[in-house]
């Protein structure tokens, strides 16, 4: 009976939490709630993780990004593959801002942030994989190190989101 009651004291806690970050939620046409955030053009600066709505919404502009997923574990390209062709017949280029994921469409535009130090780019979605169990996303070499924090590291988790009009 006590567990029972911790956790629905727990429960009732986690509500009210999520209750406070709605509260700060602007309404948008549509009537979702979107928190808008100070980020620049760029892209560059840090999402904070609190200023997630509730519906995981944001917008910069006219830009709207969706969350996808948190957490994934990214890894990128190996320069072997520098030139041959992608599975959506381009051929693939390592200094270029792209990636390769197994659902998304092909042209799919996806900002990818490290969860460590809050950098992210824009990529485009031009190939399928990875097909290394775990990883969610295949990213560029250079996209992969603009947001690396260490650039000795094969794999980074990021969030995903995508890049709505």
Do not use: C, W
Not at 147 to 160: E, F, L, M, P
């Amino acid at each position: 009976m006590r567990q029972r009651t911790t956790l629905i004291l727990l429960a009732g806690i986690f509500a009210l939490f999520l209750n406070g970050f709605s509260l700060h939620a602007q309404t948008v046409e549509k009537g979702k709630p979107v928190v808008k955030t100070a980020l620049s053009p760029v892209v560059q600066d840090s999402i904070n993780p609190l200023q997630v709505s509730v519906d995981s919404l944001q917008t910069l502009g006219d830009l709207t990004f969706r969350l996808y997923k948190r957490k994934a574990h990214a890894s990128y390209y190996h320069n072997k593959f520098n030139g041959k062709r992608t599975a959506s017949g381009k051929r693939f280029d390592n200094n270029k801002y792209t990636a390769a994921h197994r659902k998304f469409p092909f042209g799919t535009k996806l900002r990818i942030t490290n969860e460590t130090n809050g950098k992210s780019v824009i990529v485009e979605v031009n190939d399928r994989g990875p097909f290394t169990k775990g990883r969610e996303i295949d990213l560029s070499r250079r996209a992969f190190m603009d947001i690396a924090h260490n650039k000795n590291s094969g794999y980074v988790d990021v969030t995903i989101e995508v890049i709505e009009r």
